[in-house]
């Protein structure tokens, strides 16, 4: 699962490489300070996979929150499939390939040059890394014990405990998935890209699949993925609007409203 989730990255910032056509009016540019944005995407990517390493000791021994609400519950007898492993494949595939793509390559496509085009790949990664790390926190905080656990839904009666299994809330997949697609979407927007709409629609419909894929594959309860898909969004579109503002175009246009003051003989003017 480690391997899956650093090839996710990994190929999520190797498709900004390829050869792109000029544009025929420049997008929008969008303020960023290399010195700050690549240490804070590494550093979040190293603290989520060094998270990784060390579960079995931040991971708890016991569930914290053991018992699903009547909601959790009958979700899952609705939506669970008798022979789990399909969904979870599934849920991998959409996940760490099918989402990070869908991401990545209309940015690529879209973007005027070849540095506009890596640059985009980092904000997308940053966010993505970002909402990996606080999904660790909080499910290392929280402690609940995921479905197929709680249910005895596997093949071997005596199936050892895994570290893994007390961090169902909330789904890291689905979490994942979302915050593709939104810093996606975001970034495109922020760009004035004419396919966002697209990357803003196939991301979340992608995302949506991971989400029921992992109800399906009995990895989590339906509050665990509603969960990660509004967390993961939120972040996805919080990352790159904060950090990454539209640059001003020329001088009468600038990324945040300001206020002028100009003398005049007898008084003052104020512009917005």
Not at 64 to 76: E, I, K, T, V
Request: aromatic share 8%.
């Amino acid at each position: 699962m480690l391997a899956a989730r650093a090839a996710a990255l990994a190929l999520a910032a190797s498709f900004a490489a390829a050869p792109l056509p000029a544009a025929a009016e420049p997008h929008h540019a969008l303020r960023y300070d290399l010195a700050v944005d690549v240490p804070l995407t590494i550093g979040a990517g190293a603290l989520y996979f060094g998270s990784e390493l060390v579960k079995p000791r931040l991971a708890a021994e016991e569930c914290r929150w053991c018992d699903p609400p009547g909601l959790d519950r009958d979700a899952r007898e609705l939506l669970v499939w008798s022979n789990t492993d399909p969904a979870r494949v599934t849920s991998d595939v959409l996940a760490f390939v099918a989402a990070p793509a869908a991401a990545l390559v209309p940015l690529a496509v879209a973007a005027d040059t070849r540095d506009d085009a890596l640059l985009d790949a980092l904000f997308v990664v940053e966010a993505v890394a970002i909402a990996a790390d606080l999904n660790q926190l909080v499910k290392f905080a929280v402690g609940r014990e995921r479905p197929f656990v709680h249910f005895g839904n596997y093949a071997d009666p005596d199936r050892p405990a895994d570290a893994d299994d007390n961090l169902s809330f909330y789904s890291g997949h689905t979490s994942m998935a979302f915050s593709f697609a939104a810093a996606a979407g975001t970034v495109a927007n922020l760009r004035g890209y004419k396919s966002a709409p697209w990357v803003w629609g196939v991301g979340t419909a992608l995302a949506s699949g991971v989400a029921y894929f992992r109800v399906a594959a009995d990895r989590h309860y339906l509050t665990d993925v509603l969960t990660g898909a509004v967390i993961g969004a939120a972040v996805g579109v919080a990352v790159p609007r904060l950090l990454h503002p539209r640059e001003p175009k020329d001088s009468g246009e600038t990324g945040d409203a300001r206020v002028t003051f100009v003398p005049l003989p007898i008084g003052l003017r104020v512009t917005f």
